[in-house]
Structures are given as structure tokens and as C-alpha cells.
């Protein structure tokens, strides 16, 4: 885990860390801060909230379907942005699971956005998340798109680290969806 990590964290400037789920509870289990910046992310959490988080939003679009009932009773909202309502979560799950990437703009702090890939285990199933976590005033579309790229890189390397394989659909997902970024690029 810890050097596909630290590789994200060196490729993108931004803070990464990998989570693991353990029940219905997602954990930290290793993080790192880049020195690139001198204003930067730091995951001062143990417990990852479901809805609010993009590690916790890939939780609920790729683990167990008994998590999104957990989060859907417990949707506290942290800033103005959190996702508050059951239909949104879902709605936000499904484009999710379209992507194969988790998104979560403000909505557990203000000023951060991050992004997350998840990870398997060898049974193939949900295992934790890796993610990117930047200040909301660097989260460029160029940077987005950045930490994608290395993020994906970064889910295969430890899923097979932990045994697994990235199932057909996630790639499939990251593949369209990365179609649909170069299609909209040559549009512009």
C-alpha cells in the first residue's frame, strides 16, 4: 500500500490516502502528505463519514448494498454541500458507479475536494478506497483530471497488492468515462 501511495501522492502534489472497510465502518489505514504545497489536506480522521466523503461515496456504490441503508439513516451534514437526502445519495451513488470514481466537492470540509478509486480484495470484493484530496482552490479541471489517471493506477497496484482483481465493470466504467473526457475535450 504504502508505495502506490506515496507514487499518488509525489504524481498529483495532493494528499492520498487508502481506507478500509471493516463492517459498515470505513477506516484510515495509511496516509501521506505531499511536500509539494504548502497549504495542504491533512486527514486528521480515523472513521470516513459514507455520504460525505469520496472514499465513503465509492463504499456505498461498490460494497455491500446494506451500506447505503447504514448511510441513509445517518446523513448528518457537515457543510452546506453535504448530500442530506436519501434520493440525492442515490442519485449520486449511480453516477458513481457509471464513473467508477468517487467525487466529493465540500461536503465533508468546505475547502476540500477529493476524488477516490475503490479497491478489492481477493474474493473480488469491496475492500477500502484510495483517494486524492486537494484544496478546493487548486482543484483545477487539469488537476482532476491528473489525479484520475494516477488514481486508477494506484487502485489496480493495491487491489493486486491485497490479492484481488479490479472487476470488468470499474474497468469498463474508468474506461468510457475517460472516453467521455477526450470527447468533450475536442469538442471545446
Known amino acids: 500500500v504504502e508505495v502506490p501511495l506515496r507514487a499518488l501522492a509525489d504524481a498529483t502534489g495532493e494528499t492520498t490516502h487508502v481506507s478500509v472497510l471493516s463492517g459498515n465502518t470505513l477506516y484510515k489505514l495509511m496516509a501521506f502528505e505531499s511536500p509539494k504545497h504548502s497549504i495542504r489536506v491533512v486527514i486528521d480522521i480515523e472513521k470516513f463519514p459514507l455520504h460525505a466523503t469520496a472514499s465513503g ?17 445517518n446523513l448528518k451534514s457537515f ?68 489525479i484520475k489517471t494516477h488514481l486508477i493506477t494506484a487502485s489496480r497496484e493495491i487491489t493486486h497488492n491485497w490479492g484481488g482483481t479490479v472487476p ?21
Not at 174 to 187: G, K, V
Open 57 to 73: 461515496l465509492c463504499a456505498l456504490a461498490f460494497g455491500a448494498e446494506d451500506l447505503v441503508d447504514v448511510a441513509t439513516r
Open 79 to 146: 457543510t452546506p454541500t453535504t448530500i442530506a437526502d436519501a434520493g440525492a445519495l442515490r442519485s449520486t451513488i449511480d453516477d458513481i458507479r457509471s464513473t467508477g470514481l468517487g467525487k466529493a466537492e465540500g461536503s465533508f470540509e468546505a475547502d476540500v475536494c477529493s476524488l477516490a478509486a475503490p479497491v478489492f480484495d481477493q474474493t473480488g470484493a469491496f475492500a477500502g478506497a484510495v483517494s486524492a484530496a486537494s484544496v478546493a482552490t487548486r482543484f483545477t479541471p487539469e488537476l482532476e483530471r491528473l
Open 168 to 188: 470488468a465493470n470499474i474497468e469498463t466504467a474508468w474506461a468510457n468515462a475517460e472516453a467521455r473526457t477526450q470527447e468533450l475535450e475536442s469538442a471545446q
